[in-house]
């Protein structure tokens, strides 16, 4: 049974910093084009970060110099690092694991809220 779990998320300050954590089990996330997407209220779900294989990555232009994705493929973790928040970072943030043409792996989200 494949999971991904999300664990980092809370109350920030704007201007400050959160580490999201993404455990996956099940599977092997060097396999996997990695993501981070997140959700705010009465708003669509949107990319955030990809990691790819090689560790090549991309970013929304919203989070771009600020959010950093990484993965550690020994520990089959992938994480963002997010730095400088901003009251519209505010959102549910969710893991995903895409391969190929077959249906992505989804997480069950972590609420981070910047607020001061």
């Known amino acids: 049974q494949v999971q991904l779990v999300e664990s980092g998320g809370g109350l920030v300050q704007p201007g400050g910093s959160l580490r999201l954590s993404c455990a996956a089990s099940?599977?092997?996330?060097?396999?996997?084009?990695m993501g981070w997407y997140r959700q705010a209220p009465g708003k669509q779900r949107e990319l955030v970060a990809v990691?790819?294989?090689?560790?090549?990555?991309n970013y929304s232009d919203s989070v771009k110099g600020r959010f950093t994705i990484s993965r550690d493929n020994a520990k089959n973790t992938v994480y963002l690092q997010m730095n400088s928040l901003k009251s519209e970072d505010t959102a549910v943030y969710y893991c995903?694991?895409?391969?190929?043409?077959?249906?992505?792996?989804w997480g069950q989200g972590t609420q981070v809220t910047v607020s001061s």
């Open positions: 990691i790819g294989n090689p560790d090549n990555t």
């Open positions: 995903k694991a895409a391969l190929g043409m077959l249906i992505p792996y």
């Open positions: 099940g599977i092997m996330i060097s396999r996997y084009v």
